[in-house]
């Protein structure tokens, strides 16, 4: 993640479903630990027809760098 500049990663299962977040800090935890116990669980997702504006509120407003975009089953779509 650090060596690709990003400072988040979103977590999915083998079906691309949403599992959590894993942002910048908490990689400065223990390096044996794994990804389930770092990541933030069940992170706020936005489906694809949700306006732009009211997206842009939310994370504004809960000062969120980034939001997942999922299907309504959970598939990370973006």
């Given at each position: 993640?650090r060596?690709a500049?990003?400072?988040?990663?979103?977590?999915?299962?083998g079906?691309?479903?949403?599992?959590g977040?894993?942002r910048?800090?908490?990689l400065g935890?223990?390096?044996n630990?794994?990804?389930?116990?770092?990541?933030r669980?069940?992170?706020?997702?936005?489906?694809?027809?949700?306006?732009?504006?009211e997206?842009a509120?939310?994370?504004?407003?809960?000062?969120?760098?980034?939001?997942p975009?999922?299907?309504?089953?959970?598939?990370?779509?973006?």
């Amino acid at each position: 993640m650090r060596a690709a500049g990003w400072k988040a990663c979103v977590v999915v299962n083998g079906e691309r479903v949403v599992l959590g977040l894993l942002r910048e800090n908490e990689l400065g935890g223990d390096p044996n630990q794994r990804i389930e116990q770092a990541m933030r669980p069940g992170p706020s997702t936005f489906r694809p027809f949700v306006p732009i504006e009211e997206l842009a509120h939310y994370m504004a407003e809960h000062e969120l760098p980034s939001a997942p975009i999922t299907t309504s089953d959970g598939r990370l779509v973006g």
